[in-house]
């Protein structure tokens, strides 16, 4: 089995960053275009930002220029840099992986907190 684990979610004020990490652990697996989802109360789940095995990375108009999606392979590990964070950014963030086992499998991350406010 392939386990997705986030961290980084905290509360912080309009004009911070945060960094968060989504880690993905299991035996026997390659991991190809890692991505960010969130999900504010009341809305659908957006994609946010996403990063192929290539390194191609592609972001939601509304993040672009303030988040960076970044991965380090050696680390099975994709990253989201947050900066100038407003209070719109507020939500619960999911990390997800299309992974090669024997099969290709959309993981998902249990999600984590970012909270944006003064």
């Known amino acids: 089995q392939v386990q997705l684990v986030e961290s980084g979610g905290d509360l912080v004020q309009p004009g911070g960053s945060l960094r968060l990490s989504c880690a993905a652990s299991g035996t026997s697996f390659s991991i190809t275009t890692m991505s960010w989802y969130r999900q504010a109360p009341g809305k659908q789940r957006e994609l946010v930002a996403l990063?192929?095995?290539?390194?191609?990375?592609k972001y939601a108009d509304s993040v672009k220029g303030r988040f960076t999606i970044f991965r380090d392979n050696a680390k099975n590990t994709v990253y989201l840099q947050m900066n100038s964070l407003k209070p719109e950014d507020t939500a619960v963030y999911y990390c997800n992986a299309l992974i090669i086992r024997a099969t290709m499998t959309l993981y998902w991350g249990q999600g984590t907190q970012v909270t944006v406010s003064s």
């Open positions: 990063i192929s095995s290539g390194d191609s990375t």
